[in-house]
C-alpha cells in the first residue's frame, strides 16, 4: 500500500475492487471534495492521499502548532478513561506493555499508569515528543511506517507489547493496512489491539452531515469513514480477530477488542452492500436537510466552528 500513497487511489484498499462512485450530495458539504464508495464491497474513503510523512507535517504544522487539535479538554479525557475502563475490564490493564498508536501528547498512556500498565508512545510530533518526555513517557518520533522501517524490521527487534491501542487514529491514517500491519508486528503471539473511533455508515445518524463533514480540511486528513464491516475487514486482513465490543449501536463511540492470529490462519468477514450504502447516505442528506429548519447552535466555548461551514453559512450559528 505504501507505494501508492501521495497520489489518487485506483482500487479500493480493502477488497482491490478499481469500480467506485461518489457519495450522493457529499460535494454540498465539502466545498466540493468528493469521497467514494467503493462498488465492489460498500467502502467509503477518500481517494488522494498524500505520503505519511507529508500529513504528518501538515498536523504538526496546522492541527498541534496553531492549536487546532487540543486534547486535553473534558470530551477527549472522557474518551481516554473509558478506553482505560474497557481495556482493563477484559484484558487487565496490571503488569502490561501498551503501545499507543498516534499516542498524541501521551495523554491516554499518563491515565493507564494508574492500572499498572507501562506505556510506550508512538507519534510524528515533535511538540508531542517534548511533552511526553517531560512526562516521563518513552516514545518514539515519528510516524508508524517510520517506526515498522527503523524499528520492526531491525533483525533485533522483538515484539513485547502485550496490547496495541489505535485512539482515534485509524481514520486519519494514510493507510490502514501498513497501520494494522504494523500493529500486528509490535504485538506478542497472544497480543491484543484495542479501537476507539466512530463508526457512521450503516449505523443510527448521530449528527447531521452538515456537522460531520464541513471541515476546511484537505480530504485526506480523514480519508476514511468506516462500518462495522469495513472495520472488521481490516483487522482480518491485518491478522486480527475481534473478541470485544461496546454497544456501537446506540453509542456514539465502538471500542473494539481484537486479538491477534496466526497469519496462517484466516479470519472471515462481511462486505457491504453497495446500495445500501448509497441509501444510507441519500437519508442521511434528507434528514440533515429537514433539521435545518429548527437546528440552532450556539457557539460559546468550542472552537471547532472556526472550521466547519455548512451552518455557519446558512446563519444557524449563534
Given amino acids: 500500500m505504501s507505494n501508492k500513497l501521495g497520489k489518487e487511489l485506483e482500487e479500493c484498499e480493502l477488497c482491490g475492487c478499481e469500480e467506485s462512485s461518489e457519495i450522493p450530495y457529499i460535494r454540498e458539504y465539502t466545498k466540493d471534495v468528493p469521497f467514494h464508495i467503493c462498488k465492489g464491497c460498500g467502502f467509503v474513503y477518500y481517494k488522494f492521499r498524500r505520503t505519511p510523512q507529508e500529513l504528518a507535517e501538515y498536523w504538526e504544522n ?8 487540543v486534547a486535553r479538554n473534558p470530551y477527549f479525557k472522557a ?3 473509558y478506553a482505560a475502563e474497557f481495556i482493563d475490564m477484559h484484558l487487565d490493564l496490571n503488569g502490561k506493555k501498551v503501545t499507543d ?8 498512556l ?3 499508569k494508574k492500572y499498572g500498565a507501562k506505556g510506550f508512545g508512538i507519534d510524528s510530533s515533535l511538540t508531542n515528543e517534548k511533552i511526553m518526555n517531560e512526562n516521563e513517557i518513552e516514545n518514539y518520533c515519528g510516524t508508524i511506517e517510520d517506526y515498522a522501517n527503523d524499528i520492526i524490521e531491525n533483525e533485533n527487534f522483538k515484539a513485547d507489547s502485550d496490547i496495541a491501542t489505535i485512539i482515534w487514529t485509524l481514520q486519519n491514517s494514510q493507510s490502514a493496512t501498513d497501520m494494522l500491519n504494523s500493529t500486528y508486528d509490535v504485538l506478542k503471539e497472544d497480543g491484543y489491539v484495542y479501537l ?7 449505523n443510527p445518524f448521530n449528527k447531521p452531515m452538515g456537522l460531520y463533514f464541513a471541515i476546511n480540511q484537505p480530504g485526506d486528513v480523514q480519508p476514511y469513514i468506516f462500518s462495522i464491516r469495513s472495520l472488521q475487514g481490516f483487522l482480518a486482513k491485518a491478522g486480527f480477530e ?3 465490543t461496546n ?3 446506540d453509542q456514539e463511540i465502538i471500542n473494539i477488542i481484537a486479538q491477534k492470529v496466526p497469519k496462517t490462519e484466516t ?3 462481511e462486505k457491504d452492500n453497495f446500495d445500501d450504502v448509497v441509501n444510507y447516505f441519500i437519508r442521511w442528506h434528507n434528514e440533515s436537510k429537514q433539521m435545518v429548519d429548527y437546528i440552532k447552535i450556539l457557539d460559546l466555548d468550542y472552537k471547532f466552528y472556526d472550521r466547519a461551514t455548512f451552518y455557519r453559512d446558512k446563519n444557524l450559528v449563534k
Wanted: glycine share 10%; net charge positive; hydrophobic share 40%.
Fill in 242 to 244: 475481534i473478541k470485544f
Fill in 267 to 269: 479470519v472471515s468477514w
Fill in 79 to 81: 474518551r481516554h478513561t
Fill in 196 to 202: 476507539q473511533l466512530s463508526i457512521r455508515v450503516l
Fill in 247 to 249: 454497544n456501537y449501536w
Fill in 101 to 108: 498508536i498516534g499516542a498524541g501528547d501521551g495523554q491516554f
Fill in 62 to 69: 496546522e492541527m498541534y502548532n496553531k492549536g487546532n487539535y
Fill in 110 to 112: 499518563e491515565f493507564i
